[in-house]
């Protein structure tokens, strides 16, 4: 019923920039909070960033000041823009959305697929 899809991974030196594009699509009634998070290898899912639909933002310290996030409500789309990248931010980036579809009253999470950020030092 709902999709999510990423795009703008890739391999950057560090100290580049990248950035990332979300896209929700499907049966969708209303958007809560949409937001990345991101996964190194042998490491869990972490908190990027996440914005709600009124703009307010929670954001990793280990990013803040380097990583905005934004977001298109009238095109359910969420973006990362990534600035100074370091090595360690090297991992698979996932966006996520808390969404009603038309069929129900509840909001659920959905994730999307990933997209691979690697850093090159």
């Known amino acids: 019923q709902v999709q999510l899809v990423e795009s703008g991974g890739g391999l950057v030196q560090a100290g580049g920039s990248l950035s990332l594009s979300c896209a929700a699509s499907?049966?969708?009634?209303?958007?809560?909070?949409m937001g990345w998070y991101r996964q190194a290898p042998g490491k869990q899912r972490a908190l990027v960033a996440t914005?709600?639909?009124?703009?307010?933002?929670r954001t990793a310290d280990s990013v803040k000041g380097r990583f905005t996030i934004s977001r298109d409500n009238a095109k359910n789309m969420v973006y990362l823009r990534m600035n100074n990248l370091k090595p360690e931010d090297t991992a698979v980036y996932y966006c996520?959305?808390?969404?009603?579809?038309?069929?129900?009253?509840?909001?659920?999470?959905?994730w999307g697929q990933g997209t691979q950020v690697t850093v090159s030092s």
């Open positions: 996520n959305a808390n969404i009603r579809v038309t069929t129900d009253w509840r909001y659920d999470y959905y």
């Open positions: 914005m709600s639909s009124g703009g307010s933002t």
């Open positions: 499907g049966s969708i009634f209303s958007i809560n909070t």
